[in-house]
């Protein structure tokens, strides 16, 4: 157990060296001056860009700028925003709880649809385990800056049953994670469909059966937790997934958070903004895939025998 904790945590750190250079490197790449953005004007004096170029170090080489930026990192500084003038911690400690919110909502509705629709079309006739089978290629399919955008039209614009723009409460949070939830619970509810297909199949389902165990109880007691386990490995696929799409989401519903906020950094350049918001992300996604990692051991006894 500490060897695979220790080899994740190994891991985890290339995982957000690699992240945080990937990000420098292509705002350095993309057009624009970011003196520009310092100054606030256009048309600044000589004096002041080059003061300002000296005090950011923008005249060094960009291997340099590259090891002084990382060496900040390290010591836990990730400097002030070019835009918003204020600590990247502060900047993003504002908009962190917005996007926790969706977050936890999406992965709420997520669990309300995929479970369900799993029970339901695991090992049924046809003509049920079809519509289901086909809800879940259609969740999949369907990109959730255009879900999101249908369910403003129809539920806030026309039937105002709930708020339009950027609203606050519980009621702001329905749509937006909605949109979100789409595509997770249709590919977890088929892989879960698939596992306790298997599951069903198994000697000890049908020893179970015939001792008089209802249906219900046999799926929910047995079926359920063995076929959890491929499901486990898609929680790294959906973290990532629900972490790059709050971007979409929060930008078509105008929700205030990590996405709209990487936006705007991203658009401006903002170097130690987006530096920063890419270290949470990546913290968020290796954080979550070690918890996986070590959760296999208590889905599935059969690990830690093997391991015994």
Same mark, same amino acid.
């Given at each position: ?21 990937? #990000? ?89 649809? #995929? ?83 298997? @599951? ?5 389902? @049908? ?38 799409? #709050? ?62």
């Amino acid at each position: 157990m500490i060897g695979a904790v220790a080899r994740r945590l190994g891991g985890s750190v290339l995982v957000l060296w690699g992240a945080v250079t990937v #990000a420098f490197l292509a705002l350095h790449l993309t057009s624009g001056d970011p003196v520009d953005l310092l100054t606030g004007l256009r048309a600044s004096s000589d004096g002041l860009r080059a003061e300002i170029v000296r005090e950011y170090g923008l005249d060094r080489p960009l291997a340099l700028q590259y090891l002084t930026f990382l060496s900040h990192i390290l010591q836990g500084d990730l400097g002030d925003s070019y835009v918003l003038h204020l600590p990247v911690r502060t900047a993003i400690g504002q908009q962190l709880g917005s996007t926790l919110q969706l977050l936890a909502a999406t992965v709420v509705v997520t669990v309300v649809i #995929a479970v369900p629709a799993a029970l339901l079309g695991a090992g049924r006739r046809p003509w049920v385990r079809t519509p289901v089978s086909l809800l879940e290629g259609l969740g999949v399919a369907v990109p959730a800056f255009w879900l999101g955008t249908l369910l403003l039209g129809v539920f806030s614009f026309k039937l105002r049953w709930f708020p339009a723009l950027g609203a606050p409460g519980i009621d702001g949070l329905v749509l937006p994670a909605l949109a979100l939830a789409a595509a997770p619970a249709a590919v977890i509810a088929r892989v879960l469909r698939r596992g306790l297909e298997q @599951t069903l199949d198994e000697p000890f389902v @049908t020893t179970a059966r015939t001792r008089g165990v209802g249906e219900a109880a046999v799926r929910l007691r047995h079926g359920l937790r063995h076929g959890l386990l491929p499901v486990a490995t898609l929680v790294g696929w959906l973290t990532g997934s629900l972490i790059g799409g #709050a971007v979409v989401v929060e930008s078509v519903f105008s929700r205030q958070g990590l996405g709209t906020l990487a936006v705007t950094a991203v658009r401006n350049k903002d170097l130690p903004l987006v530096i920063g918001i890419v270290l949470v992300a990546g913290l968020v996604y290796t954080v979550v895939n070690t918890a996986v990692d070590l959760s296999y051991r208590l889905i599935d006894p059969r690990l830690r025998t093997r391991e015994a």
